[in-house]
T-cell receptor, first 109, second 118 residues
């Protein structure tokens, strides 16, 4: 099927690391993405990873890709209250993006 | 760079009227534009894909006569919800791709348009 799956909620304390997990379905997906959506807004591209990479780091963000298990994760270091949002992973498949359900990240002071 | 705008950001209309939503790529040429619908607390559902100058490709279950898409230029696509009904109330988001090859078909999203049909 086309399902991309994510856990729905994650709550962390400010300053801790957050890890958001995602499993995807198509082993031939070439690109995998992480998007952030704040309330009432569109999606902001955070980062992406090409399928021949295992890891990508961009400032506080680290993406890990396990192709064997079709598992993608996003780690946010030193999580801030401004990071509270919904995070979507997406796989590029057949000319379109297939999104997960989104993980709502709540950061408590 | 890669900024996408939508207009209007919010619209309230009466049942039976038509509503047009514009999606513009402000600083790049969008070879492909996508229209999504999002229900509260849910993921994005792709409605259709449009390439400049050609007819849109609609996803299964999306009525092409109800959701008219026009992609007349490399920077503008419009979605018209015809004869809107309360069940069409939703958050509509567009995205645009420049297919630059930097990261595959990276899509840049607009801020969304919230439609409320009374």
């Amino acid at each position: 099927g086309e399902d991309v799956e994510q856990s729905l909620f994650l709550s962390v304390r400010e300053g801790d690391s957050s890890v958001i997990n995602c499993t995807y379905t198509d082993s031939s997906s070439t690109y995998l993405y992480w998007y952030k959506q704040e309330p009432g807004a569109g999606l902001q591209l955070l980062t992406y990873i090409f399928s021949n990479m295992d890891m990508k780091q961009d400032q506080r963000l680290t993406v890990l890709l396990n192709k064997k298990d079709k598992h993608l994760s996003l780690r946010i270091a030193d999580t801030q209250t401004g990071d509270s949002a919904i995070y979507f992973c997406a796989e590029y498949q057949g000319g379109k993006l297939i999104f997960g359900q989104g993980t709502e990240l709540s950061v408590k002071p | 760079g890669a900024v996408v705008s939508q207009h209007p950001s919010w619209v309230i209309c009466k049942s039976g009227t038509s509503v047009k939503i514009e999606c513009r790529s402000l600083d790049f040429q969008a070879t492909t534009m996508f229209w999504y619908r999002q229900f509260p607390k849910q993921s994005l559902m792709l409605m259709a894909t449009s390439n400049e100058g050609s007819k849109a490709t609609y996803e299964q279950g999306v009525e092409k006569d109800k959701f008219l898409i026009n992609h007349a230029s490399l920077t503008l696509s419009t979605l018209t919800v015809t004869s809107a009904h309360p069940e069409d109330s939703s958050f509509y988001i567009c995205s645009a791709s420049d297919a630059s090859g930097r990261a595959g078909e990276t899509q840049y999203f607009g801020p969304g348009t919230r439609l409320l049909v009374l």
